[in-house]
């Protein structure tokens, strides 16, 4: 399946290569055997490819590429080739708003609202309540809502913050720390708004060119045309190596879409090491520095697990905080299509770890980095890259037995109307809108970048299949099956969809097409109605027609098909004009969820 479906499904199962290594560009006997465990990690994890890069105090004490960059082409990983970082982007995007509070521009204790004016939550008490500290360290009780972004991505910034005020809090304000990417968009546009230039300016002028990454970037394209860059790659069924496609992060850049090597991630860490300093200049202020790295917020318990000297588990401002067997460790991870990252430093012994690899969902960040931290600090040693063999072995065996408990299906059922019926756009605000168009007999729509089929499944269920290029169609089951359902006038009105982990569907409701009439077309709607001894008064404004019931507001009306109007603010509400052989109006029905009313037209 192609990148988005396959992103969608989690692959965390990985797949062998056999790859040459490349030499490291610096080495010291102060990480004993090293190159030989990570070769065996590369083999282990069956990787693709990973590079590594360790700081100490201001010096790279190691750095190495492991695997190939292109698979196909045998091209090999180097501690200069290029991936996407992902989330490890997030401490770049807080640190600009340590800066703007250097230069007095905003406190992290400002409330969000007042400085993006984009930017609205669900409630009135939320939107009072909630600070710029807040976004930072997720703690605004909304969860992370990632489909709204992955399958509906645009580049408009504006567009996506918009879908926030639609966004259900799962929690109050500060009560249980969830993770949500939205929340690291919104710091971007602030800084886009404070500064007058966008968050991709800030980041190479605060941070890329004072720093020497040169490379750095946070362009897709760019990215791709880098003549070191990695291709992403996922596992299947085990054993296969795939390549999918790059995902183009755009609109939500500040939240992950830096792409950086080891080399030039190593200076970032050598700023966090140094309490703010590159090469004797301050890049943060150091007040800012202790301030991210310090607990804001407890992400769970954190008690003592399989290995009881690891335990804690906070975030502070675009980093995750633990103790790693006796030492304080802060550290970020990044997940995007193809690409995985961590990006580590333990301030008390001024050591830094950066691991980024060209695998889906990858173990091999969190292996590479706990192997090497245990050889630098003398422990004894933990079978890290074991512990992950048998993890994803026995994760395998469950998505084996997973696939062996497959739904029964349901035999002998047929859609309840023709497929043409279903076309049309549907509409959720918090997420987006799926247009689902009728070619070639069967239903079509496009999932993030990716046009797919529906194929039908039982009654009004059907699931999104990617095609390949000769039209073959996936087998793979997608698990976003898309249930239609259909409203009191018998059409169909809004898909339901399993959407972010919920066990409700997320619905998205039938969004009309949007047709204008000409003043003298609506002319005829315009009347006093009576249902049964209640008045009802249909008048236009403007080319707009209205509808007015004694004791309730006035409702817009946006125009359906079919002598129908929707009522705009009332969800399920529509009326429905019956026209005689004249032409001529003679009644009007309330369609609404708890029945149709019928309002016959005076005179």
């Known amino acids: 399946m192609k990148s988005t479906l396959s992103y969608l499904l989690f692959f965390f199962i990985s797949i062998s290569l056999f790859a040459q290594n ?27 490819g990973f590079a590594v890069a360790v700081v100490k105090g201001d010096e790279v004490i190691y750095s190495n590429g492991f695997g190939y960059r292109d698979v196909d082409n045998k091209k090999p990983v180097t501690p200069n080739t290029l991936f996407a970082i992902g989330s490890s982007t997030k401490a770049f995007t807080a640190s600009l708003l340590g800066l703007l509070q250097k230069d007095g521009k905003l406190t992290l204790d400002d409330k969000a609202v ?34 709204s972004w992955l399958l509906f991505n645009t580049s408009n910034r504006d567009s996506i913050i918009a879908r926030v005020k639609y966004m259900q809090p799962t929690v109050a304000v500060r009560q249980k720390w969830y993770y949500n990417n939205f929340m690291y968009l919104a710091q971007g546009m602030i800084v886009e708004k404070l500064s007058g230039k966008t968050w991709e300016q800030n980041i190479k002028e605060k941070f890329f060119i004072p720093l020497d990454m040169t490379r750095s970037n946070t362009d897709i394209k760019t990215f791709q045309n880098d003549s070191d860059a990695s291709l992403p790659y996922t596992v299947v069924n085990g054993n296969v190596i795939k390549k999918v496609d790059y995902y183009n992060i755009n609109g939500m850049g500040p939240a992950g879409s830096i792409n950086s090597s080891v080399n030039e991630m190593a200076n970032w860490l050598k700023v966090w090491i140094s309490g703010g300093l590159y090469q004797k200049k301050e890049i943060l202020p150091k007040t800012y520095i ?30 995750m905080l633990s ?33 980024l690899t060209n695998q889906n969902q990858s173990a091999v960040p969190d292996v590479v980095r706990n192997s090497i931290a245990d050889r630098i600090f003398n422990l004894k040693t933990i079978d890290w890259n074991g512990d992950a063999k048998k993890n994803a072995a026995a994760a395998r065996a469950a998505n084996l037995s997973k696939k062996e408990i497959k739904k029964k299906p349901i035999l002998n059922t047929v859609p309840s109307h023709q497929l043409k019926d279903y076309t049309g756009s549907f509409e959720n605000p918090a997420y987006g809108i799926i247009k689902v168009t009728f070619e070639k007999n069967g239903l079509y729509t496009v999932i993030g970048d990716e046009k797919v089929v529906l194929k039908h499944m039982y009654y009004d269920v059907f699931d999104p299949r990617s095609i390949d290029k000769n039209g073959v169609v996936d087998t793979t089951e997608s698990n976003l099956l898309f249930n239609f359902a259909s409203g009191q006038d018998g059409k169909i009105q809004s898909i339901g969809i399993l959407l972010d982990g919920g066990e409700k569907p997320v619905v998205f409701a039938v969004k009309p097409e949007l047709k204008v009439l000409s003043v003298k077309e609506l002319e005829k709607y315009v009347g006093e109605y009576s249902m049964g001894q209640t008045p009802v008064k249909v008048f236009l404004k403007g080319n707009t027609l209205y509808v007015l019931v004694p004791g309730q507001p ?50």
């Open 554 to 603: 006035e409702y817009e009306t946006v125009v359906g098909d079919d002598h129908t109007f929707i009522l705009k603010a009332l969800k399920g509400f529509s009326v429905k004009f019956e026209v005689g052989a004249d032409q001529k109006v003679t009644t009007m029905l309330f369609i609404q969820p708890n029945g149709v009313f019928k309002a016959v037209k005076k005179g």
């Open 323 to 355: 103790s790693y067997r006796g030492h304080y460790m802060v550290e970020h991870g990044g997940n995007i299509n193809g690409f995985s990252a961590n990006v580590a430093f333990f301030p008390t012994e001024k050591i830094g770890i950066v691991v």
């Open 290 to 319: 202790a301030e991210a790295a310090s607990s804001q917020m407890v992400m769970d318990g954190g008690l003592p697990g399989a290995n009881k000297d690891i335990y804690f588990d906070n975030y502070g401002l675009g980093w």
């Open 114 to 147: 007042n400085l993006l004016p984009q930017l609205r939550f669900y409630s009135d008490e939320m939107n009072n309540q909630i600070t710029v500290r807040d976004l930072m360290a997720h703690r605004t009780g909304l969860s992370r809502y990632d489909f």
């Open 22 to 48: 490349q030499k490291p560009t610096l080495i010291t006997d102060k990480i004993p055997g090293i190159d030989s465990l990570l070769k065996q990690v590369l083999k282990d994890q069956y990787a693709a």
